[in-house]
């Protein structure tokens, strides 16, 4: 009997973490800062939630429901689950009751799922069976199936991006929850049906793959929390990188300037002393001058540095530039974000124009409007692109200033579009101002 | 179509008049305008409300309240209208994109540009004058799209709302909506919802804000048709 009421509490326990995992597929929880605020609340919680937990399972063992069982049973999970949902999850009502119904409804489907495998195998109805090791095994089995289904819809959905399309990310995570439900189907009828005296053994089994599972979820998330980190370093990186350049170029800029400046002087100098040839003279320094000033796309001091930068490499490498360029001077959005976006967006349209044989191409349209931010970048290529990732042979550069572009673009709540026909490629993405 | 010029120099309203004139020489009765020689006079006559325009032309160098300041001013009555600048500094023009402005003529103003830009301002007026008409108790009422902020669809009834606050509710669907409004100023960003691109103000997470503060959601479905639909607007309205 204690057995039973332990067992019991473990089920109820993964009941529980399979649910919040799967809150936290569609809701956002609340974060730590806010339990430090309200730690009263906190207090409350918790122990709302853990009678809640113990109302559910210590219940049945002193009270018969007879056929109300499954009534109170319901009733009782709804309740427990929806003081989870009220507590820990930000979001409406209505979203957290369709989950736990959801949840309901998972549950009611791997238990069936898992009794029609073990019933086509060995021929027995392991939920059906009074002895524990035969009717846990079947629950717990089922569980961590419902786990990870779980574990991957939450992959799917809050995969960070860096993580995103490796398959051998969503292999490692289930790998172990797979293996132990494999476990529980298995078990009972090798182990358990040679020796039918131990129902302690079962519970020390349950405890030991519960203690792994645990510790497999705690290592995986540390692990993801630090390849995010990982993958913000390379942004660090890049972002230096970008706003290095842009250093670099501020200054050629103000030692051309200089120059110029210092060449006026000695020239005018000489006009004024003597009058021959003064036409030739001016003639010169005009063009000097207006080469300088080729480069003025907006005022947004900025963007035109970041633009005339990429429009000296673009010449350099001979494609034709069209530059369509509509913003004020400031916008509420970060300039090292605008960097990254459009250098990247650029740099792209430069690499893939550099293996053309001839017509290299590239038109630009960087239009703001009513807090948002358009960006169209068309360019020549060689042959179609299928997939829209760079030819760079360095793999830490690889498809990288995609992923950025991404970034940015969902940051500023935007959207992307890529289109790519037989010699031509075109991108364009909106992003919006934060109000 | 009422047109307000804005310059401090009469010689110069004198020949954007010739010019008006000739551009609306087929149909004189679809314009007036009325003339202003300064930035503060306009204000003025706009804040007592005796009658609104739909194109300015401002000048942008004028003596205290500049074109700038002007349109600033406009747009805070006036989402809409289309302000046209005319100014002989080409370089100062980027900051008028602040405004919403529409398009820039440059002095000395040429005749062939003048004529497309006010085309292209007609196109876009049109486009707004467009009606919707529909039924409410065997009546029939009618809307000019451009006062549209947008549709709701409720059950089987369609509730249209209008800018200045008014709402009308009438048995209709979506997709008759749809059908009949033009796809260069109204969007679907909600399976029972289509807005007015004019209206909108900016875009969080999962919903837009228009700008009479009101909030709607975007769903995931219509997304980036939404964006789409934006981003073709946008180079719709800011098309040279």
Known sequence: MNLTVLLELVKSINDVFIVSMFFSCYLTSRSFRYWKKHAGRGAVAIFIVIAAYLIRNISPVYLTFGSFYMLVNSITYVCLMYSIGYFFFKGRNITKLLLIFLSMMIVLVFDFLVYLIIQSLFGINYFDSSQLSYAYGGIFASQFIQLIVVFLLRSKRKAPLAAQGKYGFYLLQVIVPFMTSLFFIIYPVFVEQETQDSDARFFMVVTLFAVINLVHFIVFEIHQKLEKENYENLFLVQEFAHREEYYQQMETHQTKIRAIRHDLKNQLLTLITKADGTESQIEKLLEEVIKEEECQFTQNSGINQLLSNKYQRAKESNIQTNFEVKIPLEMGFEMRDLGALIGNAIDNAIEACQRCPQERQINLKLIYFNHMLLLEIENSVAKQVSEFKTQKKKAFEHGFGVKSIQAITEKYHGDMLYESKADFFRLELSIWEPN | ?240
């Open chain 2, 1 to 240: 179509m009422d047109i307000a010029i804005c310059d401090d120099d009469p010689k110069m309203i004198g020949q954007i008049e010739t010019l008006l004139l000739s551009f609306f020489e087929n149909d004189p009765n679809q314009f007036s305008y009325e003339a202003f020689l300064s930035g503060e006079s306009l204000v003025d006559h706009l804040s007592r409300k005796e009658s609104s325009f739909q194109i300015y032309l401002l000048d942008v160098e004028m003596k205290s309240l500049d074109g700038f300041e002007t349109a600033r001013m406009i747009r805070k009555q006036d989402q809409q209208a289309i302000i046209i600048f005319i100014t002989s500094h080409v370089e100062w023009m980027p900051e008028a994109f602040e405004v919403n402005a529409f398009h820039y003529l440059i002095k000395p103003i040429d005749e062939i540009k003048v004529k497309q830009v006010l085309l292209k301002a007609v196109e876009q007026l049109s486009l707004r004058k467009m009606i919707l008409q529909f039924t409410i108790k065997k009546k029939v009422y009618t809307v000019y799209l451009g006062e549209v902020e947008y549709f709701e669809s409720m059950k089987r009834k369609m509730i249209i709302h209008l800018k200045n606050g008014e709402e009308y509710e009438y048995y209709g669907t979506m997709k008759e909506v749809i059908d009949k409004v033009s796809s260069q100023l109204f969007t679907q960003i909600h399976h029972s919802f289509v807005v007015n691109m004019d209206y909108v103000q900016v875009k969080g997470g999962e919903t837009i804000v228009m700008q009479t503060g009101r909030e709607i959601a975007v769903t995931k479905k219509f997304h980036q048709a939404f964006q789409k639909a934006y981003r073709n607007y946008v180079l719709m309205r800011t098309k040279e």
